[in-house]
């Protein structure tokens, strides 16, 4: 049973940052592409940011470039996502996945999701 588990959301004021982490069990972590995705209220959820199973390509979101920067370590089976310059606009339900192949370039990509957790933005 695969299971993705994250971790790391909270309240945080605008400018600050944070790190979110996602626990992959249940598959072989290092073949596949990682993403994030966020979903705020009233909204679809959007793609964030992506990196490669091997992490030599990643992707990001306009709206995060140079902001936040997505990680992952396959000896410990968990992607990561610095988040830096924090807005308000940025308050969402923060989703990792897993792809079906090596690199995950759209939603339709990932198979496998966490639960997510929830980052607040304040003003």
């Known amino acids: 049973q695969v299971q993705l588990v994250e971790s790391g959301g909270r309240l945080v004021q605008a400018g600050g940052s944070l790190k979110l982490s996602c626990v992959v069990s249940?598959?072989?972590?290092?073949?596949?592409?990682m993403g994030w995705f966020r979903q705020a209220p009233g909204k679809e959820r959007e793609f964030v940011s992506a990196?490669?199973?091997?992490?030599?390509?990643?992707h990001y979101a306009d709206s995060v470039e140079g902001r936040f920067t997505i990680s992952r370590d396959n000896a410990k089976n968990t992607a990561y996502l610095q988040m830096n310059s924090l807005k308000p606009e940025d308050t969402a339900r923060y989703y990792c996945?897993?792809?079906?192949?090596?690199?995950?370039?759209?939603?339709?990509?990932?198979?496998?999701w966490g639960q997510g957790t929830q980052v607040t933005v304040s003003s």
């Open positions: 996945a897993s792809s079906a192949t090596t690199w995950g370039g759209a939603e339709k990509d990932y198979v496998y």
């Open positions: 249940g598959r072989r972590f290092s073949g596949y592409a």
């Open positions: 990196i490669s199973g091997g992490g030599r390509s990643i």
